[in-house]
């Protein structure tokens, strides 16, 4: 039986598939599933400073509105004492969760001001969470701003919390960045234990009807592993410090490739959502099946085997693969199709 | 032993006694007793206990007949049972005190003590309710401020029990209920030591049981019901010394003595006041002040007033009494005097008669007076007048104070200048508007001072008589010695301005004495503020050498993110240059309150609040005053100069704030008003307004209809009719196929936009170069204003477009071309309930009869100084009336039945002047068919004809004999015309107090129209609980979540089978919202449409009301139907499903809305099991009404 077992941000995983934020870790009941299903760590969804702050001054505005203004109204609703607008709902679930399972239990979290990534990581770590993953994303939308200045900003928040904080944190990040391979050492070098490559963000479209900017999920497909896992590959081996692969894990296979090229773990959520939890244990019995079949001990042992240092052909994942993808691609791969 | 030192108003005071002593209580809202009820609601959602340690069962009834019904039942069954009411809901318990009375049972009510509807409905305090229940045989015990209604709820309390009297605690609506002062808690163990827990017991054991049954409520006949009437009397004159006794037990324990009658001033004093209720303090206040400046003058004030006791009455005056005025808060028509003053003659007469009970007081003359109806001010001016009065050799008998009289001259002549501030008191007046928080913030700053110094204060709040654009005046005061002063601040020391727009309408300098400060909140840099101020301003800083303080806070608050709300900036503000406390601590308390307050909000609501306090102080300037007048600017005239006669004369005066200055000959003896008087008060509130851009509008219309305020217009004209067009007036060709030849133009009287973007929301046509740019976008008001101004002045002289020119007014786009008979009211901006009101108004408004109940529909509808109900370019429009709120349906009903009377009648004239008249002529006026306009404007024709010849032949010596007949159809003739009878009230009148009624008067199959404006709460009163309100939401009295569905209203009327019944939403099926008014208005019998009504009360972004409607009807939450019965007559199914099955859930629908969101924040386990039962009985509903459309 190939050991399936892998260690990310110092912690022991009974297998490398980590169910990513997504809604299926939304409550306790979820998390519990997950868990049965057979996940190896779950990554909670993401404690959103912005969306605290945006509930809270929701909250406020419709207390507020409208009252002490008309004799015989002055408020509209009664003060009903206490209200979940902060962090505690997702603190409590952490601690819940962590009672009530085994596996790790990663707390994420996406700040907006210095003072809420301090302030909400150090709640998260007391809220008993093994691990922090920090989702940083940032649109920069001011022409003024150079990409120094947004590099600096990021940093600056992987140093803050790991002040702050002495649980191991990964940094979700996105792949925008002018010299990737820089960044992410600089993460790590900003106190990062692990990196994962790549957050997807929602992407607006536009309903024509309407005329307006809708914003629009869609589930990812295994294409979209293609990006990260070029650049963990990539990355393995030159930047000491754990790899999650997230983005378009959808089979066995892909795991398995997510391994080879660096990843200590994967992270699934679209899989998940799309065809159950179940999903989990079917994926590790087939990789347990292929590993069996192509003889590998464990995951430890195929871990970068096709990195970038370890490959044959290491200008495969540099430019000149561009230009070889290219010149392989034909319309119609029977090549029957007329033209 | 030390007391808790709280700041709280009257009604807080009294809830807080009230349920501690109580088991049970049953509430229902009225202005001003609500918050009592709110209070108890509250405190039981959050579990806090009573004296016993258990919970107060707190139940809302469906009226206030109801709740004492209920109380009436929990008393017999032997519980503590309580509740608090106020006018009319006082008048509706009445039936039930009588009985709670005769059967001696032990209860306290608690009165915020309101005007009855009399010519007009009131909503403030004077003591007409409570007089008009002082028969009852309750005990009426009146405190006078915030501590004593605190006090006496519990004196009350321990008092009914001893004595088995029931007891209204009453204290004035508003100027006590609502008064914010730092007064001294009660604990429990105060509360304990007074209530003696035998008498619970015995309560307890007087108590309807099975165990040991006993009838009580027996029908008695003429040989014992007096004397067993009479039995009850030991009982009562017992009352007064159990009062007594147990307010000098209170004395004992907690340090305030009180009296039955408590006498103040010179121990000589030859001139005397008696008056009960808050007016005492300022008597009292001002006979300190007279007193030192050498008078003899007295007050007594009168705490219990029933049982009345007239030894321990005249025990309490001052021997040497010469003159007494007796001064009653009501007005009782046609009596003796009012209730006070004949009981104190009584007292003295039946003294003066009876030699044993002959007192030392023996005055020499006795006059009773009206002073403070509705909360008229009642000041030490006035005060002064009365004892100057009294020093009269011959004084004014039956006088009133505080008007002037100039009809009876009942009035007595005051000094206005006369004032008697303490001047180490800070005396602060606050004018802001109710968005910017400036209540919030002075509330706020009395409990810092309050609580947190050894300062007393007091705050009082003067609100708009509209809902939207709503101004705010505080009235603070703070000062080392306790503050009497019940009345108004006239002389301040301290002025903060915080809307710099007021200074086009309002003097706000008047009450600044000489070298007060003024903080300004400006839009300029500080050394241009001067010369931005208008020239009546400039001269009264520079005569009264105020001092001048400014910032910017509406900059302050954009930076710090604080939108509109600059409270907490000014706030810092005012302690900054008030020195009431020193700057550092005063921020550090300030910053305290802000976490006090917002703290459950969130920390960033917190943070962003102390980023503006920190912010203010860096941009606080003192304004450098120069020696001269630099400015020309004057205020606007309230109404423009062509307005009519009145309202020059009366309603622009009111719309000034100069009401009070109005003489009685001003006003209308009998409440009659004129229509059409909102269009003349410009009140500019809007930030931004509505611009149209004609090549980008479709003209569908859609903007006109929802457009809450009627300020968006559009006319179809002849292109030659818009040569005089003003430059930029805006016209497009007509899109309609009948109308191809001539222009359309869209309006917007920018004057009277509350800017609340409903019209952008719904506007379907979009710009094709700008996608996110409408035909209806918003813009700036202020560089609009004056040309606006001009182009809707020019619109509404274009010509109207007739009702009867071949367009059939059946869908929204020709009903946009009709004239709304309802504009510019005060409701909410972006309410949701006028587009309906205003879509009658258009179809019918020219021959409609409206009966309205109280609620939000009467206050924007009804509420003075103007009043929206309008009238077209012939004179007419609706006609309109407010009963009660109870009544509604019945009151609409006797319209109807008037109004078929007098058709019947003037039918039998028409045939028995058949051969005057002309036989072509009474026949086409008898068979008429008025179901059109054209059929309307032709009968209309015919009357007008008819009357013509009627007038004629009146004068005709032939026809001499038949003058009687003739000159009744004269009268009559109008009603020819087919008279459309709306009943419009909001849920709490029709699924609550109202059911009964509206069940009845829609089963009697008269021809009415009833319209039920459905918000699911108590809107006006605040957003209690209705029997509308959904499963799962938050409102007051349903603090928890409501726990049950609401009810089918149009289901259980559509069992009658012959009740036209359609339930609409208009924001999501506007075709379906018109066919449904003109099926309902057309149907010859009795119709109801239930309107969802989007609400400020919802918690919603008010510009997307519309869009929530249509998620309530896309989730299956409001199905849209139409019952109608005519259609079994042609074999069909009279149910129709105008409505798809649902197609979002549930929660995409009420997760918008913060009275149901705000209880997943709270509660979210209960939150979730009520939506997923909610979820459940919607596609329950949905599938029952599917199989109703089935057939």
């Excluded at chain 1, 990539?234 to 000491?240: A, C, E, P, Q, T």
């Excluded at chain 2, 005249?314 to 007494?324: C, D, K, M």
């Excluded at chain 2, 603070?476 to 915080?498: D, M, Q, V």
């Excluded at chain 2, 700057?583 to 309150?593: C, L, T, V, W």
Aim: net charge negative; proline share 6%.
């Amino acid at each position: 039986m190939p050991d399936l077992s892998t260690h990310y941000l110092g912690l022991h995983l009974r297998n490398p598939i980590i169910a990513s934020s997504s809604p299926l870790s939304y409550t306790l009941d979820g998390i519990r599933r997950l868990e049965d299903a057979g996940c190896g760590a779950v990554v909670l969804c993401s404690l959103f400073e912005e969306q605290i702050n945006l509930e809270s001054e929701l909250l406020d505005h419709y207390l507020t509105y409208g009252t002490e203004s008309f004799s015989e109204a002055l408020s509209y609703f009664p003060d009903l004492g206490r209200y979940n607008v902060g962090p505690g709902e997702y603190l409590e679930l952490i601690r819940r969760a962590k009672a009530a399972v085994d596996i790790p239990i990663i707390g994420s979290l996406n700040g907006v001001s210095t003072g809420g990534w301090i302030e909400y990581a150090r709640n998260i770590q007391e809220a008993g969470a093994d691990a922090l993953e920090l989702n940083i994303y940032y649109i920069p939308t001011d022409p003024a701003m150079t990409g120094a200045a947004v590099e600096e900003m990021y940093l600056n928040v992987v140093r803050d919390v790991r002040r702050t904080v002495h649980i191991p944190i990964a940094v979700k990040i996105s792949p925008y960045f002018s010299a990737t391979a820089n960044m992410c050492y600089r993460l790590v070098a900003a106190g990062a234990d692990g990196l994962v490559l790549f957050n997807r963000f929602y992407q607006p479209d536009f309903d024509l009807e309407r005329l307006e900017v809708v914003p629009h999920l869609v589930l990812s497909t295994p294409f979209a592993m293609r990006l990260p896992l070029r650049w963990i590959a990539i990355l393995y081996g030159r930047i000491k410090t754990d790899f999650a692969l997230t983005s378009g894990v959808h089979t066995y296979t892909d795991v398995i490739k997510a391994i080879m090229a660096g990843a200590n773990v994967v992270m699934m959520a679209s899989e998940l959502l799309a065809h159950g939890v179940r999903r989990v244990g079917e994926i590790l019995d087939e990789m347990r099946q292929w590993m069996e079949e192509h003889e590998y001990e464990s995951v430890a042992q195929m871990r970068g085997s096709m990195s970038q240092i370890h490959v044959a052909e290491p200008a495969a994942f540099e430019r000149a693969n561009y230009m070889k993808v290219l010149g392989s691609w034909r319309p119609d791969p029977t090549g029957m199709a007329p033209y | 032993m030390s007391r808790p030192l709280i700041t709280v108003d009257g009604n807080e005071a009294a809830a807080y006694v009230a349920y501690k002593t109580n088991e049970v209580i049953a509430i229902y809202p009225i202005t001003p007793s609500s918050p009592m009820g709110e209070w108890a609601d509250q405190w039981a959602a959050e579990g806090q206990p009573n004296l016993w340690g258990t919970v107060p069962l707190v139940q809302e009834m469906q009226s206030e007949g109801g709740a004492a019904g209920a109380v009436h039942g929990a008393l017999q069954t032997g519980s503590l049972c309580t509740t608090f009411t106020a006018s009319q809901g006082l008048l509706l318990m009445i039936p039930n005190m009588y009985k709670i009375a005769g059967e001696l049972t032990s209860t306290v009510f608690h009165i915020a003590a309101r005007t009855l509807a009399t010519h007009a409905l009131s909503i403030f305090g004077d003591h007409s309710d409570v007089m008009a229940a002082r028969a009852t045989g309750w005990a009426m015990l009146f405190a006078n401020s915030v501590q004593e209604v605190m006090d006496f709820a519990l004196i009350a309390q321990a008092a009914t029990l001893r004595s088995r009297v029931p007891f209204l605690h009453v204290f004035d609506g508003f100027r006590t209920s609502h008064e914010v002062m730092k007064i001294e808690q009660l604990t429990e163990d105060d509360m304990r030591a007074l209530i003696d827990e035998e008498l619970v017991r015995a309560h307890r054991a007087r108590a309807l049981s099975p165990d040991r049954p006993f009838i009580r409520g027996t029908a008695q006949n003429p040989d014992v019901y007096f004397q067993a009437r009479e039995a009850a009397n030991p009982f009562y004159r017992a009352v007064p010394d159990i009062v007594q006794a147990t307010m000098d037990r209170f004395a004992r324990l907690v340090g305030r003595s009180y009296h039955l009658f408590d006498y103040e001033g010179a121990p000589d004093a030859e001139r005397v006041i008696v008056i009960m209720g808050s007016g005492a303090e300022a008597v009292a206040e001002t006979v300190a002040y007279l007193n030192a400046h050498g008078e003899k003058v007295g007050v007594v004030k009168v705490r219990l007033f029933r049982p009345f006791s007239a030894s321990h009455f005249l025990a309490s005056l001052p021997p040497t009494v010469e003159a007494i005025a007796v001064l009653d808060r009501c007005k009782e028509p046609g009596a003796a005097g009012e209730p006070l003053y004949q009981d104190v003659l009584t007292a003295l007469g039946e003294a003066h008669f009876a030699p044993q009970a002959r007192t030392a007081a023996a005055p020499r003359v006795v006059i009773g007076g009206r002073y403070g109806l509705s909360s008229k001010e009642f000041t030490p001016a006035m005060i002064k007048a009365v004892f100057d009065e009294l020093a009269k050799p011959q004084p004014k008998n039956h006088f009133t104070v505080g008007i002037e009289d100039d009809v009876c001259h009942s009035s007595l002549a005051y000094d206005p200048d006369f004032d008697i501030e303490s001047p180490d008191t800070t005396r602060a007046i606050f004018w802001g508007l109710g968005a910017d928080g400036t209540v919030g913030a002075n509330k706020n700053s009395i409990k810092i001072i309050g609580e947190e110094t050894p300062n007393y204060a007091q705050g009082y709040f003067v609100y708009d008589s509209k809902k939207s654009g709503a101004r705010t005046v505080s009235h603070l005061r703070f000062g080392p010695r306790p503050i009497r002063s019940t009345y108004l601040i006239r002389k301040a020391n301290f002025i903060a301005i915080h809307q710099w727009g007021f200074w086009e309408r309002y003097d706000m300098l008047t009450a600044a004495e000489e070298g007060a400060i003024i903080l300004l909140n400006a839009p300029y840099p500080p050394d241009q503020v001067w010369d931005q101020l208008p020239q009546p301003a400039q001269e009264q800083i520079l005569a009264k050498k105020l001092k001048l303080y400014t910032i910017d806070a509406y900059e302050v608050a954009r930076q710090t993110g604080m939108g509109v709300r600059i409270n907490t900036i000014m706030q810092t503000c005012f302690f900054a240059v008030s020195g009431v406390l020193p700057r550092d601590e005063a921020i550090a308390q300030i910053k305290h309150a802000i976490e006090k307050t917002y703290g459950k909000r969130g920390p960033a609501v917190v943070q962003k609040n102390f980023e503006a306090v920190d912010a203010t102080l860096a941009r606080l300037y003192e304004v450098p005053i120069p020696d001269r007048i630099t400015s020309t600017k004057s205020l606007l005239p309230p109404v423009p100069p062509e307005a009519p006669p009145f309202v020059q004369e009366v309603t622009a005066r009111m719309i000034a704030g100069e009401g009070d200055l109005l003489p009685v000959s001003a006003l209308p003896a009998d409440g009659t008003f004129p229509s059409a008087t909102s269009r003349w008060e410009k009140r500019n509130i809007a930030l931004e307004v509505p611009v149209w851009d004609p090549d980008v509008c479709i003209q569908c219309g859609k903007c006109v209809l929802v457009c809450p305020h009627a300020v968006i217009r559009s006319k179809v004209v002849a292109p030659e009719a818009l040569a005089d067009a003003p430059a930029g007036f805006l016209v497009a060709d007509a899109r309609w196929k009948e109308l191809s030849h001539m222009k359309y133009t869209l309006q917007v009287a920018v004057e009277d936009c509350t800017g609340c973007r409903l019209c952008v929301e719904v506007c379907p046509a979009k710009n094709k170069q700008i996608a996110g740019r409408k035909a209806i976008h918003m813009m700036p008001q202020a560089p609009l204003r004056q040309q606006g101004r001009i182009h809707w002045d020019y619109f509404l002289r274009l010509p109207d477009v007739p009702r009867s020119n071949g367009l059939a007014f059946h869908n929204v786009k020709n009903i946009q071309l009709l004239t709304p008979l309802f504009e510019f009211s005060g409701a909410c901006a972006g309410c949701g309930e006028t587009p309906y009101v205003k879509l009658v108004s258009q179809l019918f408004g020219d021959r409609a009869i409206i009966a309205n109940a109280t609620g939000c529909s009467s206050i924007y509808g009804g509420n003075l100084p103007t009043t929206p109900w309008s009238v077209n370019g012939e004179g007419r429009g609706p006609a309109w009336s407010n009963s009660l709120f109870e009544d509604n349906a019945e009151f609409g009903l006797g319209m109807r039945l008037a109004l078929d009377k007098q058709w019947d009648y003037a039918t039998a004239l028409v045939q028995a002047l058949r051969h005057l008249i002309g036989p072509d002529l009474a026949d086409a006026l008898l068979q008429a068919d008025q179901s059109t306009e054209a059929g309307i404007l032709a009968q209309r024709r015919r009357v007008a004809t008819l009357k013509s010849l009627l007038q004629q032949k009146q004068a005709e010596p032939a026809a001499a004999p038949l003058r009687s007949p003739i000159t009744d159809l004269l009268s009559l003739a109008d009603v020819l015309v087919k008279r459309s009878v709306w009943i419009i009230g909001g849920d709490g009148w029709a699924y609550d107090i109202g059911y009964g009624g509206l069940d009845h008067v829609l089963a009697s199959g008269r021809n009415v129209n009833v319209l039920v404006l459905d918000t699911e709460v108590y809107s006006n009163t605040g957003g209690q609980a209705s029997k509308a309100t959904p499963l799962g939401a938050v409102a007051k009295f349903a603090a928890g979540g409501k726990a049950t569905p609401k009810k089918d209203l149009g289901r259980l009327m559509m069992e009658y089978g012959y009740i036209y019944v359609a339930q609409v939403a208009m924001g999501a099926n506007d075709a379906q919202t018109v066919r449904a008014f003109l099926e309902a208005e057309s149907y010859e019998g009795p119709a109801l449409i239930i309107a969802y009504s989007h609400c400020i009360a919802h918690g919603i972004d008010m510009a997307r009301g519309m869009d929530q409607q249509r998620l309530a009807v896309q989730s299956g939450y409001w199905p849209l139907y139409r019952y109608d019965p005519r259609l079994r007559a042609e074999g069909k199914n009279p149910f129709q499903l105008d409505c798809k099955a649902p197609s979002v859930s549930l929660r995409d629908y009420i997760m918008n809305e913060a009275r149901y969101r705000m209880l997943f924040q709270s509660h979210p386990d209960v939150a979730e099991r009520l939506l997923a039962e909610a979820q459940k009985q919607v596609l329950e509903r949905w599938q029952a009404y599917e199989r109703l459309a089935a057939g």
